[in-house]
């Protein structure tokens, strides 16, 4: 069965440094793979999203992800957090199996220290 | 684009008691979702339409929950005889049939509370 495995529940980092959530899938063929931001009490926005082509995609908010499928991860990065980048990020990748579902990630939860 | 609307945005519901939920897709897309989400967890799936057939419905939900999308637009989710477990936030999403897995657009989600 199709999964998405994000290893990290809680990331901290100072605001204007690096930033990379991990994301691994489990998927034979190639898969659809999407990141999503959650702001409390709010449904989920769309980041980015990766369906075929060049490896590193690029998103809203200055985020952009690569897909590696060596590694079956697509992990998402910011070279410089703002204070609004708290928020919860989820992996999804879309399973086709027969119809067309998306499974999610639990998701990390990202603080910015000021 | 309206965006995904979703009400009401709070429930709170006493044990027992029945409920139903609406969504309403932004109007062009032909695939309507309903997840679940409890608190630190992500979405999970619960159930999809494409236009008004339900194509598939996930195995860990009880017969207590229904859902329709009787004219292949706005949704409804409802939950019999309610138990605390099925506190949570509903989301529903929609996303339009381009071939392929095209982004989900999500609403803000009902957020329910039985006591």
């Known amino acids: 069965a199709q999964s998405v495995t994000q290893p990290d529940i809680h990331i901290t980092v100072s605001e204007g440094a690096s930033l990379e959530l991990r994301c691994n899938y489990s998927?034979?063929?190639?898969?659809?793979l999407f990141w999503y931001v959650q702001s409390p009490g709010q449904g989920l926005q769309l980041l980015l999203k990766y369906f075929s082509g060049d490896t590193l995609v690029q998103g809203i908010k200055g985020f952009e992800a690569e897909f590696k499928r060596s590694q079956s991860s697509f992990n998402l990065r910011k070279p410089s957090v703002h204070w609004s980048d708290a928020a919860e990020y989820f992996c999804a990748v879309g399973a086709s199996s027969g119809t067309y579902k998306y499974i999610f990630g639990t998701g990390t939860r990202l603080k910015v220290l000021a | 684009d309206t965006g995904v609307s979703q009400n009401p945005r709070h429930k709170i519901t006493k044990r027992g008691q029945n409920v139903t939920f609406r969504c309403d897709p932004i109007?062009?897309?032909?695939?309507l979702y309903w997840y679940r989400q409890t608190l630190g967890q992500g979405p999970e799936f619960l159930t999809y339409?494409?236009?008004?057939?339900?194509?598939?419905k996930s195995r860990l939900l009880s017969d207590r929950f229904s859902a329709e999308r009787p004219k292949g637009s706005f949704s409804t989710l409802e939950i019999q005889r309610t138990e605390q477990g099925d506190s949570a936030m509903y989301l529903c999403?929609?996303?339009?049939?381009?071939?392929?897995?095209?982004?989900?657009?999500f609403g803000n989600g009902t957020r329910l509370t039985v006591t």
């Open positions: 999403a929609s996303s339009s049939e381009t071939g392929g897995f095209s982004p989900l657009h």
């Open positions: 998927y034979g063929a190639t898969p659809y």
């Open positions: 339409f494409q236009n008004e057939a339900q194509l598939e």
């Open positions: 109007s062009e897309h032909n695939r």
